[in-house]
């Protein structure tokens, strides 16, 4: 981590400026070190560079996903950012590169760190990608030469940062949550008034064939398996995705055929083989998946007292939202 980092850390518990200790560094590289709250007597340790701050009483669900997903990332650790480029703005289609020049950006739960390369392309001052899970190590690596993005170990539960973030927003993520409602809401609750909060989330609709076959094969059995042996199951199914679309949907397409779930597996074979296996893994691996009604993601940003909201649509099984946080008064 860098020394400028410390402008955006408070206490999780108290909310108070954050002492810090340097014990090594690489110029202006913090390697290893601590941060303490001098309020609360709290400590929190800098491991290779990340400042650290998942409690050891993480719910065990939680700690499953970071389990799960920080082995996942560790597997699919490259970087492709024409690809990770045109994904971002995909997922996020109601953000232009214009809304995140000169802004400070937090990235809720930014896995291997491709969106926060994107974010500082697009000339962001400052992005801050928190994760619950060691992809925090990968995206360290993947952004240590970029001095306006920082890497923070924390679960979105339970942010060590301040509250004043122009723009927020979350990829693939909430849905992975326990509570996804409160999981927004958290977020939100760093974004100052007059700010963005944006996320992509799985939807419900379109989805039943997930919720009702596959779901139960994850929750009984995938998220188990050792990641070896699940990277075999996910590249048999991965293999067999593409036959289908090179046998069956790209023909009915060049005559004109909609057949279900056209769009998306169109989308999964533009984006090769490589990142189908990630995907369907990932999908097997997951401890905990929500999949949600355009209702529900709506419900999420009235709660959480948004303005100019919008949910749209993102290859008809997903949903992208957006809203402004109100200014006070
Ligand atoms: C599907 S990945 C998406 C990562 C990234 N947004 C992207 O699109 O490349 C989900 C990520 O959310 C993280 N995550 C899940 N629950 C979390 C939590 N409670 N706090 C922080 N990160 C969390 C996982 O560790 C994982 O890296
Ligand atoms: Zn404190």
């Known amino acids: 981590m860098r020394e400028t980092l410390c402008t955006h850390l408070c206490c999780p518990d108290c909310r108070s400026d954050l002492d810090l200790d340097s014990h090594e560094q690489d110029d202006a590289e913090i390697l290893s070190g601590t941060l303490s709250c001098p309020a ?31 082995t996942s990332w560790r597997i699919w650790n490259d970087i492709d950012d024409d690809r990770y480029r045109r994904q971002l ?26 969106h926060l390369r994107v974010m500082a392309g697009f000339g962001a001052r400052a992005v801050i990608g928190v994760d619950v899970s060691d992809a925090v190590d990968v995206a360290y690596a993947n952004t240590r030469a970029l001095p306006n ?10 942010l060590p ?27 939100a609750g760093h974004v100052r008034p007059g700010g963005t909060v944006a996320c992509w989330v799985y939807g419900r609709e379109n989805n ?7 779901n139960p094969i994850r929750i009984g059995l995938t998220r188990y398996l050792p990641a070896r042996a699940l990277r075999v199951v996910a590249w048999v199914l991965a293999a067999v995705l593409h036959v289908v679309i090179a046998a069956v949907y790209r023909p009915a397409e060049a005559v004109g055929a909609r057949l279900f779930y056209r769009e998306y597996l169109l989308n999964l074979r533009r984006l090769g083989f490589a990142e189908t296996h990630h995907i369907v893994y990932d999908h097997l691996a997951a401890p905990t998946a929500h999949y949600l009604r355009r ?5 999420w940003l009235d709660h959480a007292a948004l303005s100019d909201t919008c949910v749209t649509w993102v290859h008809r099984n997903s949903w992208a939202a957006i809203g402004e946080r109100r200014m006070a008064g």
């Open 40 to 70: 609360c007597d709290q400590r929190w340790p800098i491991v290779r560079g990340v400042p650290r701050f998942v409690p050891d009483d993480l719910p065990r669900d939680v700690r499953h996903t970071a389990r799960n997903f920080g």
């Open 295 to 299: 209702e529900e993601v709506q419900t």
């Open 208 to 214: 039943g064939w997930i919720v009702w076959l596959v």
């Open 149 to 158: 993005v920082h890497v923070v170990q924390a679960d979105l539960q339970h």
């Open 89 to 114: 703005l995909e997922w996020l289609p109601l953000l232009s590169p214009d809304d995140v020049r000169n802004r400070t950006l937090l990235d809720g739960g930014c896995g291997k760190g491709r």
């Open 161 to 187: 940062l301040r509250d004043d973030f122009d723009l927020a927003y979350s990829i693939g993520v909430i849905h992975h949550t326990p509570e996804p409602q409160r999981c927004f809401e958290a977020i």
